[in-house]
């Protein structure tokens, strides 16, 4: 209800800033207290539910998060389908929002602190190092006596320099940087062309301000969350990649937070579970012929939906099966027929989570259809959570309306709302070494509404995900790349800086070794 307040206080500090220049602490300050507020609000409920010693909540927890499911699987049937199970979606949705509510009010009781609200950024300036910057981006609609179309967008730069108040960056061309730019990006990477302008509109300014720094901790906003920034390429040809080691967080203050998750013992948890090459298509295990729903029966097209099958992930599960078994770590494979949704949902107790398979994310859907990826149209435009997922075995099945494959009532496809009930909470890193799992519907100051934020929601402390279409190869090559230099004791986001330098040195054009970021906490 205030979000439109702090864009106002934002405008006016950007007005003022020659007047009142200490008005950029204060817009600082105001920005890392509420960013990602939602998302640390959950993980947070979810943290204290669970270190209670109230039966009655965590019953009560338990049965929101089964009602959360049973919602996930009503999303995925059709309204004919609906009407002859007499399952009222509507209802139910509205049973879970209140149980949620009810949750946040309990849990809220027992913890009433926020670590977040009394950092300031002179807590985080505190924290940098001689060769460190960090760099907080803002995005904000511009007011003036009233609200316009246009878009600002402000990085506020700390150093171990800064002394009376952050360095202030502000962009005016939010609009163009949201739109023409970034169509601009995104082309130039898929056809392979040199990018003479993205460093240019979108990091020279700051870069400007960060000189001699080789660590750059970042915490995006908006549009930035859409872009590899290692990828930019200075005018000498030079890429962003090789002068900065780029630091992706969810919020700079979380260089000044204490970190009360406790170190995983490294000799105790060295468990990984592996997913690929899902057999997509699967054929009946049952003898008898099973009829057509009467979700075939409805209004329903009936075009093939054909899901390729992705040879290339069997040989990637194969090799880091063989780099884990060289550390002795243990590890679960699960590929072909095994890779499944139930099986994915079962998963605990891993410190190392590998997911090789098809990505989605719907951004332009078509309100002629009934269902994209067998979820209803209607409800997916109004939750971006339903717009993304994971494609596990026995998708195509569903998509094609064959329900005889299915197990335990699962349809292969995994959304980002099934996924924020998975048990993360042990995960040190998990790799979605698919395409563009990092892609989601952005929201100003909460991050990306998609696979990641689902992720981060059910525990995971790191995730590398990619922002537009993978090459078999060069993602193999990634992948064991990193985890050499991981499992051999580099810290994660320092291995995966090394690896895509690594690939960058046997193939030059950023399309084939930028796709990937990383982002997550910071290390200990």
Same mark, same amino acid.
């Given at each position: ?6 864009d ?11 007047? /009142?220049?200490?008005?950029?602490g204060?817009? $600082?300050n105001?920005? =890392?207290s @509420? %960013?990602?507020?939602l998302? *640390?609000y ?7 539910i669970n270190?209670?010693?109230n039966p009655?909540?965590k ?6 998060k089964?009602?959360k499911?049973?919602l ?8 004919p ?5 007499g399952?009222?979606?509507?209802s ?5 929002n209140t149980?949620?509510k009810?949750?946040?009010?309990a ?5 009433k ?5 009394s ?15 960090s ?9 003036? /006596? ?6 600002? $967008?402000?990085?506020l =730069?700390? @150093? %171990?320099?800064?002394?009376? *108040?952050?360095?202030f ?12 730019y970034?169509r ?15 460093y ?12 001699g720094k080789?660590?750059?901790?970042v ?12 990828t ?7 890429f ?8 992706i967080?969810?919020?700079t203050a ?5 970190n ?6 490294n000799?105790?948890n ?15 295990t ?6 057509m729903t009467?979700?075939?029966k409805?209004?329903?097209p ?5 899901v ?9 599960i ?8 060289e550390?002795?770590?243990?590890s ?7 890779a499944?949704?139930?099986?994915m949902k ?16 719907l951004?332009?859907?078509n309100?002629q259809e ?18 993304s997922?994971?494609?596990f ?12 494959t ?21 995960v040190?890193?998990?790799v979605l070494?698919?395409?563009?799992t ?7 100051g ?6 990641q934020?689902?992720f ?9 995900m ?13 992948m064991?790349?990193f ?31 930028g796709?990937?970021?990383i ?6």
């Open positions: 209800m205030l979000k439109e307040r702090f106002m206080f934002n405008c006016y500090a950007t007005s003022r800033l020659e007047a /009142k220049p200490s008005l950029i204060d817009m $600082y105001y920005h =890392i @509420t %960013k990602g507020l998302l *640390n959950v993980k947070k409920m979810k943290k204290t270190a209670s010693n009655e909540l019953g009560k927890y338990t049965e929101w089964n009602s499911e049973q996930s699987k009503l999303f995925s049937m059709s309204k389908e609906l009407q002859r199970l399952k009222d979606i509507d139910l949705e509205k049973a879970v149980m949620e009810e949750l946040s009010v849990s809220s009781d027992i913890n602190s926020n670590d977040s609200s950092i300031t950024w002179k807590d985080v300036q505190k924290k940098l190092k001689e060769n460190e910057a760099v907080e981006i803002i995005r904000f609609k511009y007011f003036n /006596k009233g609200w316009s179309d246009s878009t600002f $967008y402000a990085a =730069i700390l @150093t %171990k320099e800064t002394v009376d *108040n952050p360095k960056v502000l962009f005016r061309n939010g609009n163009d940087l949201d739109n023409a970034l601009n990006y995104k082309n130039l990477i898929k056809q392979k062309f040199p990018d003479k302008k993205s240019e509109v979108y990091w020279e300014p700051i870069d400007a301000e960060i000189k080789d660590v750059v901790y915490s995006l906003d908006g549009v930035y969350n859409n872009i590899s920034l290692n930019l390429r200075y005018p000498d040809g030079k962003l990649l090789d002068n900065k080691f780029v630091y967080i969810s919020n979380d260089l000044a937070r204490e009360t998750r406790p170190k995983i013992d000799e105790k060295n468990k990984g579970v592996l997913f690929g090459f899902p057999k997509y298509k699967m054929e009946s049952k003898k008898e012929e099973v009829k009467d979700l075939l409805s209004n329903e009936k075009h093939e939906n054909e390729s099958e992705l040879p290339g992930t069997k040989v990637e194969e090799k880091i099966k063989l780099q884990l078994d550390k002795k770590w243990t679960d494979v699960f590929m072909e027929e095994n499944t949704e139930a099986n079962k998963i605990k107790n891993y410190r190392l989570v590998h997911i090789a398979t098809h990505g989605f994310f951004n332009n859907l309100e009934s269902r994209e990826f067998g979820v209803d149209i209607e409800k997916a435009i109004q939750n971006p959570l339903l717009r997922g994971l494609l075995a026995g998708a195509s099945n569903f998509m094609n309306f064959d329900q005889t299915q197990e335990k009532d699962e349809n292969g496809i995994l959304t980002s709302y099934e996924a924020l009930n998975l048990n993360l909470d042990n040190d890193l998990i070494s698919a395409c563009e990092g892609l989601g519907q952005v929201m100003n909460e991050g990306v509404y998609g696979l934020r689902s981060q929601v059910a525990g995971a402390r790191n995730m590398i990619s922002l537009w279409t993978v090459n078999d190869q060069t993602t193999q090559e990634l064991t790349t985890y050499k230099n991981w499992l051999g004791g580099e810290e994660i986001h320092k291995a995966f800086y090394n690896a895509q330098k690594t690939l960058k040195e046997m193939y030059k054009d950023p399309y084939y070794w796709a990937f970021v982002q997550g906490e910071v290390a200990n």
